[in-house]
């Protein structure tokens, strides 16, 4: 034990090592570590105790210590074991992925070159240190940049304009999709669109993986609060953030195929939030019935699906049609607080027509004069005030959407954290998690042949978070589990 005398020495570090230090390579080499590194890791110590203690405090002062230690504490914990483990990773496979997205850019780019009026210096040589990739000059497609030196200038924008296509600012997708949706085909625009869209997914897709591998797995970093409601989220590499229709979570995947991936996710998990918050607010179980009863032949309503049909008069809806699309994505919008638009209008009216409740619930708590929201397992969460006034909101009031949101994402993080618990308590030998991606967690099923095994120990957790949360009315089939090759074959 130091004492203050000795504490005082320690913190007393010459400036010049304090930034030394503050670099990660200062900490990645084999070297041993030295007296003065010793002392400045001593010093972070001493430092990270006090904001500790001084923040236990402040938990303690607007009531979320318990909250802290019965989730955020054992989270905390857990997080770097998930990390340290990483995922199975097809490398190869997706190498050749990143290739084939170079070949189709160049292919691109041919095509480009081939529609695009000749380079006013096409043919010339460029200077020897010039950063373009180019030898001669001709147009790279690139954002264009009017301060950049020209031998370096990005030129998209000259191209497009040297075409007779006047009135763009600049090349971003968003402008060129803009461009072709207003003034209809044009195969210029088309053809630079795709190109550099294509590029930019390689060069993503590229980096992704970079930094991120090792042995055959992929590491990411795991942040216990990583949004306003709670939520743990992924960095570098960002796996939450592969595209769900994509191929990409298919290379998520034991190339030798001794391990298996296993998705379990929590289904419909805000809407069930939702009937809870409702049916404790105004007695209205409406929609609390939906998971809580069973039709006459023992399955379960897909609401997505009968809201679909109310709003279009359509009986002939199944899972595939766009019209149960978009009921889905409206019933979501609605657990979120949002409110209508001409699309959606006849969404919205067939989903407060059967559930009254819900409506007046959000009428009356989006506008209460009060910035702390708090979940259902008495997490707290600070809503944002408006900055300007507009159709529904007033100035200086808290945000209504942010007001209705609360609640119900918050909610969503303490039981998906709370099942992250339950699982780490009584995780197999045959199966380890690897990382929760929003309401789903991901899991290598170790040995492929206690798929079943698996799948009742993850449910089971999943089903006890649910039940100590929102009752067991709501925790019927609310989890959906499937064991594949590869994470986007489980989905």
């Given at each position: 034990?130091?004492?203050?005398?000795?504490?005082?020495?320690?913190?007393?570090?010459?400036?010049?090592?304090?930034?030394?230090?503050?670099?990660?390579?200062?900490?990645?080499?084999?070297?041993?570590?030295?007296?003065?590194?010793?002392?400045?890791?001593?010093?972070?110590?001493?430092?990270?105790?006090?904001?500790?203690?001084?923040?236990?405090?402040?938990?303690?002062?607007?009531?979320?210590?318990?909250?802290?230690?019965?989730?955020?504490?054992?989270?905390?914990?857990?997080?770097?074991?998930?990390?340290?483990?990483?995922?199975?990773?097809?490398?190869?496979?997706?190498?050749?992925?990143?290739?084939?997205?170079?070949?189709?850019?160049?292919?691109?780019?041919?095509?480009?070159?081939?529609?695009?009026?000749?380079?006013?210096?096409?043919?010339?040589?460029?200077?020897?240190?010039?950063?373009?990739?180019?030898?001669?000059?001709?147009?790279?497609?690139?954002?264009?940049?009017?301060?950049?030196?020209?031998?370096?200038?990005?030129?998209?924008?000259?191209?497009?304009?040297?075409?007779?296509?006047?009135?763009?600012?600049?090349?971003?997708?968003?402008?060129?999709?803009?461009?072709?949706?207003?003034?209809?085909?044009?195969?210029?625009?088309?053809?630079?669109?795709?190109?550099?869209?294509?590029?930019?997914?390689?060069?993503?897709?590229?980096?992704?993986?970079?930094?991120?591998?090792?042995?055959?797995?992929?590491?990411?970093?795991?942040?216990?609060?990583?949004?306003?409601?709670?939520?743990?989220?992924?960095?570098?590499?960002?796996?939450?953030?592969?595209?769900?229709?994509?191929?990409?979570?298919?290379?998520?995947?034991?190339?030798?195929?001794?391990?298996?991936?296993?998705?379990?996710?929590?289904?419909?998990?805000?809407?069930?939030?939702?009937?809870?918050?409702?049916?404790?607010?105004?007695?209205?179980?409406?929609?609390?019935?939906?998971?809580r009863d069973p039709l006459p032949d023992g399955s379960f309503e897909d609401l997505h699906t009968s809201t679909a049909r109310t709003a279009t008069g359509k009986k002939r809806i199944t899972k595939k049609s766009p019209e149960r699309t978009k009921s889905k994505a409206t019933?979501?919008?609605?657990?979120?607080?949002?409110?209508?638009?001409?699309?959606?209008?006849?969404?919205?009216?067939?989903?407060?027509?059967?559930?009254?409740?819900?409506?007046?619930?959000?009428?009356?708590?989006?506008?209460?004069?009060?910035?702390?929201?708090?979940?259902?397992?008495?997490?707290?969460?600070?809503?944002?005030?408006?900055?300007?006034?507009?159709?529904?909101?007033?100035?200086?009031?808290?945000?209504?959407?942010?007001?209705?949101?609360?609640?119900?994402?918050?909610?969503?993080?303490?039981?998906?954290?709370?099942?992250?618990?339950?699982?780490?308590?009584?995780?197999?030998?045959?199966?380890?998690?690897l990382f929760p991606a929003h309401d789903e967690a991901v899991i290598e099923l170790l040995d492929p042949t206690k798929e079943e095994e698996s799948i009742e120990w993850v449910t089971e957790c999943m089903e006890r978070a649910v039940v100590e949360i929102l009752g067991e009315?709501?925790?019927?089939?609310?989890?959906?589990?499937?064991?594949?090759?590869?994470?986007?074959?489980?989905?």
């Amino acid at each position: 034990m130091l004492h203050k005398a000795e504490w005082s020495n320690v913190i007393a570090i010459r400036c010049e090592s304090k930034k030394r230090y503050q670099k990660v390579g200062a900490w990645v080499n084999d070297s041993p570590i030295d007296e003065e590194a010793g002392e400045y890791a001593l010093a972070d110590v001493k430092h990270l105790e006090d904001l500790y203690l001084k923040l236990l405090g402040r938990l303690q002062s607007i009531g979320q210590l318990e909250t802290f230690e019965k989730m955020e504490s054992p989270i905390q914990q857990i997080l770097p074991r998930l990390m340290e483990r990483g995922a199975p990773l097809d490398v190869a496979t997706w190498d050749t992925a990143v290739e084939r997205l170079g070949k189709e850019a160049r292919s691109l780019y041919k095509t480009a070159l081939r529609v695009a009026p000749d380079h006013p210096r096409k043919g010339e040589r460029k200077r020897p240190k010039s950063k373009t990739n180019l030898e001669t000059w001709d147009w790279n497609f690139g954002s264009y940049n009017p301060r950049t030196q020209d031998e370096n200038r990005q030129d998209a924008l000259l191209a497009l304009q040297m075409a007779g296509i006047e009135g763009l600012g600049d090349v971003r997708d968003s402008t060129l999709e803009a461009y072709l949706r207003d003034e209809g085909e044009n195969e210029l625009v088309q053809a630079i669109l795709d190109y550099r869209q294509k590029l930019s997914q390689k060069g993503r897709m590229e980096n992704f993986v970079k930094g991120a591998i090792l042995g055959g797995r992929i590491y990411t970093q795991l942040h216990s609060y990583g949004t306003e409601t709670g939520r743990i989220t992924t960095s570098d590499a960002h796996l939450q953030g592969l595209d769900k229709t994509g191929e990409w979570r298919e290379y998520l995947r034991d190339p030798k195929g001794e391990s298996k991936i296993l998705r379990a996710d929590l289904d419909q998990i805000e809407l069930r939030i939702l009937a809870r918050v409702v049916a404790d607010a105004t007695g209205d179980e409406s929609l609390l019935s939906v998971y809580r009863d069973p039709l006459p032949d023992g399955s379960f309503e897909d609401l997505h699906t009968s809201t679909a049909r109310t709003a279009t008069g359509k009986k002939r809806i199944t899972k595939k049609s766009p019209e149960r699309t978009k009921s889905k994505a409206t019933n979501f919008s609605i657990a979120y607080g949002a409110k209508p638009n001409m699309e959606t209008k006849n969404y919205f009216d067939a989903f407060f027509e059967r559930f009254p409740g819900v409506q007046e619930w959000q009428e009356e708590f989006g506008e209460i004069d009060d910035f702390w929201c708090t979940s259902l397992a008495g997490r707290k969460r600070f809503v944002d005030p408006y900055l300007t006034d507009g159709r529904y909101r007033r100035q200086g009031w808290p945000n209504r959407e942010q007001r209705l949101n609360a609640p119900i994402q918050t909610t969503g993080t303490d039981i998906m954290k709370l099942a992250i618990i339950k699982m780490m308590e009584t995780e197999p030998t045959f199966a380890r998690l690897l990382f929760p991606a929003h309401d789903e967690a991901v899991i290598e099923l170790l040995d492929p042949t206690k798929e079943e095994e698996s799948i009742e120990w993850v449910t089971e957790c999943m089903e006890r978070a649910v039940v100590e949360i929102l009752g067991e009315d709501l925790a019927k089939n609310v989890v959906d589990a499937k064991v594949a090759r590869s994470w986007g074959e489980a989905a």
